[in-house]
């Protein structure tokens, strides 16, 4: 029986619940800067950047001061404040709309997860980042499994910057190494 899909649906609903990931796709398919082949992406997630909140607070604290400031008539407390102000505002807004891309490689069954495999997905990832005219640069490669790692894939997968996750009950999904 075919555990693939499922388990596919389980990781983005993991993605989205535990990671934040406001966007996913299965079966992506994204083009590398060799391959005459379009690589597939099990799961491609798109998780936002956490600072936008502190930077938003600023924004806020910045307005609420330029406010005071202005009742006060302080009128180099008002320029200061409107200049962090807006400056607070920018950063929010490429926080927020500049999101980091996730290629998520997911295995599932009985077979033991190899270096062969974390090999074949740095590849991937590595081919795609060096495509200029790629649709989405991944910024981070994980490999979630729900069969066992052998050592060899797991030190591999460290050593070239792979997140790893395996499932220790059904949905239940936890970081190793």
Known sequence: MN??????RTVERWLVKQHGAYFTERRAKQRGRVAAHAHECDVHAKVGN?????????CAFCVVSCVGAGIAQ???????????????LVATMTFL??????????????G????????????QVEDVRENPTAAWYPHQAWLVSSAPLDRDALAFAREHGVRVFVELQRGELREVG
């Open 74 to 88: 302080e009128p180099l407390a008002v320029i200061a404040a409107g200049l962090l102000g807006i400056c607070s």
């Open 97 to 110: 709309f500049d999101p980091k891309h996730i290629w998520v490689e997911v295995k599932s069954g009985e």
């Open 112 to 123: 033991t997860i190899t270096r062969a495999t974390v090999w074949k997905l740095v590849n």
């Open 3 to 8: 555990t693939g899909i499922p388990f596919e």
């Open 50 to 58: 956490d600072l936008w909140h502190v930077s938003a607070l600023v």
